[in-house]
């Protein structure tokens, strides 16, 4: 059975940093891209990008580049999302996603949701 | 890029059909048959409804349907249930970044 398991709900004040994890098994964890979905506390789900486990390759929307940093670790099948500056916009429910493949937009497993709340 | 458009809500009776609309251009919904319907109910995950225009994934009712015209994806119920309110969001494919979500339709059983 596919399983995607993500960190627990964190808060943070605004200008600290933060990874948050997403944890997969049931499936070959180098052979799928894992993409990262924001949702803002009542609004939409927004793509922010995916990784490719077996090399780490990269890519993120417009809107996310240069303030997240995707990694993984193959050796525990995870995937993080990490903040090095956050701010109070960054306060959202961060939900990791498979995609089989990069070039189509099928998220066919989900993570539960990490909700992340950034406040002084 | 921009979101893809869809109404903000649509309802009907069980039993009753509705459809959802996804509008998009020609640089997404409309250059590539490539569009995904999630449903998400309160405080839940989306899930996977529909994939590449109107394929459906293993073990979703046939009641939910897909097509595509144009720039104008649609998510179809059919026999409507109160399970199936939620709220239901369309992605697209698209020439830069691979994926974009629609605005989200919030489904209301009546």
């Known amino acids: 059975e596919v399983q995607l398991v993500q960190s627990g709900a964190e808060m943070r004040k605004p200008g600290e940093s933060l990874k948050i994890s997403c944890t997969a098994s049931?499936?070959?964890?180098?052979?799928?891209?894992i993409a990262w979905v924001r949702q803002r506390p009542g609004k939409g789900l927004e793509w922010m990008g995916f990784?490719?486990?077996?090399?780490?390759?990269?890519k993120y929307s417009p809107s996310f580049q240069g303030q997240v940093t995707f990694s993984v670790d193959k050796s525990i099948t995870a995937a993080y999302l990490q903040w090095s500056i956050l701010r109070a916009s960054d306060t959202a429910m961060y939900y990791c996603?498979?995609?089989?493949?990069?070039?189509?937009?099928?998220?066919?497993?989900w993570g539960q949701g990490t909700l992340v709340t950034v406040s002084s | 890029q921009s979101a893809l458009t869809q109404p903000r809500s649509v309802s009907g009776s069980p039993g009753q059909s509705v459809t959802i609309s996804c509008t998009g251009t020609?640089?997404?919904?409309?250059?590539?048959?490539?569009v995904s319907w999630y449903q998400q109910h309160p405080g839940k995950a989306p899930k996977l409804m529909i994939y590449?225009?109107?394929k459906r994934p293993s073990g979703v009712p046939d009641r939910f349907s897909g097509s595509k015209s144009g720039n104008t994806a649609s998510l179809t119920i059919s026999g409507l249930q109160a399970e199936d309110e939620a709220d239901y969001y369309c992605?697209?494919?698209?020439?830069?970044?691979?994926?974009?979500f629609g605005t989200g339709t919030k489904v209301t059983v009546l």
């Open positions: 992605c697209s494919k698209t020439a830069t970044y691979t994926g974009v």
């Open positions: 590449d225009v109107r």
């Open positions: 049931g499936y070959t964890f180098t052979s799928h891209w």
């Open positions: 990784i490719y486990p077996r090399d780490s390759d990269t």
């Open positions: 996603a498979r995609l089989p493949h990069f070039e189509y937009p099928v998220l066919d497993y």
């Open positions: 020609t640089s997404d919904v409309g250059g590539y048959n490539y």
